[in-house]
């Protein structure tokens, strides 16, 4: 086995995501994050949720998911609403321009794996699984940040 080929697999997958984030960004104007966060408002009683719902959501820090708003919302696409009756809560809500934008995007390699990944044994799930955590190992990277579908860095 030649390492030099678990190398351009993983560059190849890595490659694939950033060019599908360079092409969401030019022809929609939205990075992926923002493109997953208005996905999740879509699917929101009244299309809203707090900060540290779409936190959770997209597994990020809180500061890095002010940013993905303070974005959405400079672009019109989303909106801040108190809540009626307390104030120190605020919502995050999508507006019309924001689920415009969404339904116009096409699907995301995240959203193919997540519809093949069912399909396989159970045992090539974990195998899969497996070689993930050794090379997140090997790379020494357990406690980086990511979200649960593939995204790129946000840009500042």
């Not at 974005?71 to 919502?91: I, N």
């Not at 969404?102 to 995240?110: A, I």
């Not at 497996?130 to 406690?143: P, R």
Request: glycine share 6%.
């Amino acid at each position: 086995m030649e390492y030099t080929d678990i190398l351009i697999n993983i560059r190849k997958i890595v490659r694939a995501l950033n060019l599908e984030s360079k092409r969401i960004l030019k022809e929609f104007g939205v990075s992926i994050p923002q493109l997953l966060c208005l996905g999740y408002l879509s699917g929101q009683d009244g299309y809203k949720a707090t900060h540290k719902d779409v936190a959770a959501y997209l597994n990020l820090n809180s500061s890095t998911v002010t940013g993905i708003i303070t974005r959405l919302e400079k672009k019109g696409f989303v909106a801040r609403l108190p809540k009626m009756g307390d104030k120190r809560v605020t919502y995050v809500t999508l507006t019309s321009a924001g689920f415009k934008v969404l339904n116009s995007t096409p699907g995301l390699l995240h959203e193919l794996l997540t519809r093949k990944l069912p399909q396989l044994p159970v045992e090539t799930l974990n195998q899969i699984d497996d070689s993930l955590n050794i090379l997140v190992d090997c790379l020494g990277i357990e406690q980086t940040e990511a979200s649960p579908v593939f995204t790129i860095e946000e840009p500042m």
